[in-house]
């Protein structure tokens, strides 16, 4: 992923809801993540998404502590729990110039083989198309032109 170019973001290394956690507990969430993408990657995550959008008050000082970012979204194909055309629907409505949108590659704590991303893989093209045909162009979230 990080030679074709793609921004590696931290979001948490067992998805829990930060504002039930003590500080010390998000602070091992997050910097075991972020140990983990730099040894397998070779990349230090600059970005941060808080699991679900939630966001604690004591977040943002750990963050600034460790120079993440936090990057939310702002369009939605709800595909944990829609069909494909739900998701390129949702999508796309939501869009809008500078829109971020959030996907998932799968969902909850399971084993490789047990994530199913059949929807999404099968909505993103579409959404790709149409959404380059409505004249929107795509960048990294972390790239100069964002």
């Keep these: 992923m990080v030679a074709e170019g793609h921004e590696i973001g931290n979001h948490t290394y067992s ?15 997050i910097d075991r993540t972020q140990s983990v993408i ?11 998404r808080p699991p679900y959008g939630i966001r604690w008050f004591g977040l943002f000082r750990i963050l600034r502590e460790r120079g993440l970012k936090m990057i939310l979204w702002s369009a939605t194909g709800f595909d944990w729990k829609d069909s494909k055309d739900q998701i ?3 999508t796309l409505d939501e869009l809008e110039p500078g829109a971020i949108v959030l996907l998932h590659d799968g969902h909850g704590v399971r084993s490789g083989d047990q994530v199913e991303r059949g929807n999404t893989v099968a909505a993103l093209p579409e959404i790709l198309d149409r959404a380059s045909s409505l004249g929107f162009e795509f960048a990294r979230i972390g790239s100069p032109e964002v």
Excluded at 38 to 48: A, N, Q, S, Y
């Design 15 to 29: 998805h829990p809801y930060l504002y039930l956690l003590s500080r010390k507990r998000i602070e091992e969430e």
């Design 38 to 48: 730099e040894k397998i990657t070779g990349v230090r995550p600059k970005l941060f």
């Design 88 to 90: 390129v629907a949702s």
